[in-house]
């Protein structure tokens, strides 16, 4: 098993630019995430999804869409890419019951 | 990597010393807790977790403890190796929820 991947690792953008950051997981788990990382500040849930064809809001969900048409890919779209959105971006999966297992995350700077 | 971890608090022990990281949780009604490792330009490391009928849980070299009363959560690791060194945070849930928190985090230094 990979885990949980995502791609690309590192990347950079203009303000206004959109752009997706991918994320795939081969463990057939239900549930997945994304969470930003800012320093000082602990992980911050953007949107999650409990199975394909469900998503849901998070703690700052603005400027990010998602969509699960699989169980097994979770992509991040920045819809219009603004200087804030600089961060790490986590994605992270797990069952129902278990922990979450999250990827190496994507670097992303916004100009 | 580095950018994340400014200003955290930090910890120095010497090699083959144990350490004590502290979490002080919010939620009076988180059960489950969670350690994480991350270490420079990684993700997030599952460590160990407890749930919340429990006071302590070992793993190997790792134990946490929890103590309800003061809403506290401590990580012990023993006989700290370099490989050791890194961010540690904790996460809390509420069973049947999505929302997990996530403290800042400490960061481990093991000096040799």
């Known amino acids: 098993n990979a885990g949980v991947t995502q791609t690309p690792k590192f990347q950079v953008l203009k303000t206004g630019q959109s752009m997706t950051l991918q994320c795939a997981q081969d463990?057939?788990?239900?549930?997945m995430s994304w969470y930003r990382q800012d320093p000082g500040m602990g992980l911050r849930l953007i949107h999650y999804?409990?199975?394909?064809?469900?998503?849901d809001q998070g703690e700052v969900p603005n400027g990010y869409n998602v969509s699960r048409s699989t169980t097994e890919d979770f992509p991040l779209r920045l819809l219009s890419a603004a200087p804030s959105q600089t961060s790490v971006y986590f994605c992270?999966?797990?069952?129902?019951?278990?922990?979450?297992?999250f990827g190496p995350g994507t670097r992303l700077t916004v100009l | 990597g580095e950018s994340v971890g400014l200003h955290l608090p930090t910890l120095s022990v010497q090699e083959g010393d144990n350490s004590i990281i502290n979490c002080a949780y919010s939620?009076?009604?988180?059960?489950?807790f969670i350690w994480y490792k991350q270490e420079s330009g990684k993700g997030p490391q599952f460590i160990i977790d407890?749930?919340?009928?429990?006071d302590k849980r070992q793993g190997q070299r790792v134990t946490v403890l929890l103590n309800k009363t003061v809403k506290h959560l401590s990580l012990q690791i023993a006989a700290t190796q370099p490989g050791d060194s890194a961010v540690y945070f904790c996460?809390?849930?509420?069973?049947?929820?999505?929302?997990?928190?996530f403290g800042t985090g400490t960061r481990l230094k093991v000096l040799a």
């Open positions: 407890i749930r919340s009928n429990m």
């Open positions: 999804s409990v199975g394909a064809g469900i998503t």
């Open positions: 939620n009076s009604a988180s059960d489950y």
């Open positions: 992270a999966s797990k069952t129902s019951a278990d922990t979450q297992y």
């Open positions: 463990m057939n788990h239900e549930y």
């Open positions: 996460a809390e849930n509420t069973s049947g929820t999505y929302k997990y928190i």
